[in-house]
């Protein structure tokens, strides 16, 4: 199974979203990391076949989508970014409805709408409105409309805004075991949501596809470049100009603990640490804040 993006453009007005990408789609998890304006979402609703591309194409083991419609479709599972329930639908309601659309055998809509609300920890609030919902429920039912027709492509767009940290962890474990056989993509800004869990990650910048690989392969561009040391507290708002710190931490005694990115250690004391994804990340887009809500 395989989903081929061949020199994909989007153009709005004087604004190219995306530009000229090229990428290949083979099953498992890829996480799809990029900051605002990137044009994540832009191609994310190309790829599930509700934008069109000014130009370039998308075939789904060689057939261009646009030419298969409704197959394409039963196939296909979306969490949009901006998600517009039916608020006065009760939860249990609305899934129902959605299996409706989507063609989901009858006898198997219950089975499988019971499944996904207790694999989603939304069992016990079924019988309520979608508008009393917390915006983590919210996002969890999104989920689980996603996942209705058991679908061999899940596009999800920003699919952990909202979550606790609990059910962070449901939900990578969750994607991970869905994702056998099955291509799940998925656009984030928290970086570590998806870092354990992702096959392949595409980073994006500017409508640009920068790079492709596994988190491992990734991270090698940014070895050598993070450092940790501890620093007297005083000093910080010193070592914060002349830094980039990704994170710090008072250990007591006057002391904070600093992890930094540098070429060259900016400290006596620093001592090399083994990259992570949104070390590079920082890398790559250093005015941008990652948001580790959850950490
Ligand atoms: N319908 C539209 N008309 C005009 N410009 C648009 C439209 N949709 C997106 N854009 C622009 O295209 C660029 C890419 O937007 P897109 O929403 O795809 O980025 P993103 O990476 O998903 O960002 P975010 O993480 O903020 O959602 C942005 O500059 C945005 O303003």
Request: glycine share 8%; with cysteine; charged share 25%.
């Amino acid at each position: 199974m395989e989903l081929t993006i061949t020199n994909l453009k989007k153009q709005f007005k004087d604004k190219t979203a995306v530009d000229d990408v090229s990428l290949s789609l083979t099953p498992g998890v890829w996480g799809l990391l990029g900051a605002n304006g990137a044009g994540k979402t832009t191609l994310m609703r190309m790829i599930a076949d509700i934008l069109n591309p000014t130009s370039g194409k998308i075939l789904y083991d060689g057939k261009d989508i646009h030419t298969m419609g409704e197959a394409y479709r039963n196939l296909f599972g979306f969490l949009p970014q901006d998600f517009g329930f039916f608020q006065d639908f009760t939860v249990k309601d609305y899934l129902e409805y959605v299996a409706a659309l989507k063609d989901v055998p009858a006898r198997e809509t219950k089975k499988k709408i019971d499944s996904l609300l207790d694999t989603l920890t939304l069992s016990n609030v079924k019988s309520k409105k979608i508008v009393k919902l917390s915006g983590g429920m919210k996002r969890r039912v999104g989920i689980a409309q996603a996942m209705l027709n058991d679908p061999k492509i899940l596009i999800m767009d920003e699919p952990t805004a909202g979550l606790d940290p609990g059910e962070r962890v449901r939900f990578r474990n969750f994607i991970s075991e869905f994702s056998h056989g099955r291509i799940v993509l998925i656009s984030t800004h928290i970086v570590s949501d998806i870092e354990y869990i992702s096959t392949q990650n595409a980073i994006m910048k500017a409508g640009k596809i920068l790079d492709v690989g596994t988190t491992d392969e990734l991270v090698k561009q940014v070895v050598g470049k993070v450092w940790t040391c501890m620093v007297p507290a005083d000093k910080m708002p010193m070592y914060e100009m002349q830094l980039r710190i990704i994170n710090q931490r008072s250990e007591g005694d006057n002391q904070v603990s600093i992890r930094y990115l540098a070429e060259e250690a900016k400290t006596s004391d620093s001592v090399m640490a083994p990259p992570r994804l949104e070390d590079l990340y920082l890398w790559l887009f250093p005015q941008e804040e990652t948001s580790e809500e959850g950490k």
